[in-house]
């Protein structure tokens, strides 16, 4: 059985078909990569997944139970976190009381204080962030903000990760150590992550599988060679051969 599977998804926006009969499946513990022009439907996907959108039609399943039409936050308990393509931290909070915001009220199991803040504590070592713990996230640079929001992520201990363009506006040495974070959040902690990105050298590199939406429709899926040599790709997203 699929980790998570989606069965003819479909979402509409008044007359535009945002996603259209998607069927998709995201295997445990893969780096499941997901590309598309802008406008092809990710972001709309991940708001499905993650119950920002109800779909139009269609299922998503994870663990074969059927999660579409729930909130986001029963959605986040039962273990899907994500992040988001513009970073939403509490601006004004502590990098720590960001993170302990999402250990107390991301899962079912009840915390104290205490045991919440060493969480986040734990946490903010895993990405590297301890030594900003008390800075408002707010004074953060954009990697780290992009470190924060994945840290928030892990907080709601998810089993699967859905992360919206962890990569965007990174310098090339941000985004390398971003990447180890991503193959480290897998390989460490066991947690199968789902990503959209347009760094697509990174993403080749760091996905086992990947599938490419075009106009909310899947085109073509497989392992990122055999995606970046895919004519029907080719055309209609990479603009040029060899891209792996
Ligand atoms: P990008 O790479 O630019 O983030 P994307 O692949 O994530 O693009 P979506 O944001 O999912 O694309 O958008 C898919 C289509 O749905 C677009 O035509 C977009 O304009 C439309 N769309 C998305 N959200 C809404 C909304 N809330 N209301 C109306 N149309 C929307």
Known sequence: MPFLQGEKVSKYFGG????SELDFEVREGEILGLIGANGAGKT??????????????????LA????????PYQICRKGIGRTFQIVKTFRNLTVLKNVMVGSLFGTERAKSLLSAEQEAGDILNFVGLADRDNVPAQALT???RKRLELARALSTEPRLLLLDEVLAGLNPSETLKAMKLV???RQEKGITVFMIEHVMKALMGLSDRVIVLHHGKKIAQGT???????????????GSPGVA
Not at 16 to 19: D, E, Q, S, T, Y
Not at 64 to 71: E, P, S, V, Y
Not at 225 to 238: C, G, H, S, T
């Open 16 to 19: 535009i078909a945002a996603l």
């Open 44 to 61: 709309t996907l991940f708001n499905i997944i993650s119950g920002v959108y109800n779909s139009s039609a269609g299922t998503v399943k």
């Open 64 to 71: 074969g139970q059927t999660i579409n039409g729930l909130k």
């Open 142 to 144: 954009l990697a780290d």
């Open 183 to 185: 193959e480290r959040i």
């Open 224 to 238: 990122p060679r055999e995606v970046a040599n895919d004519p029907r790709v080719i055309e209609a997203y990479l």
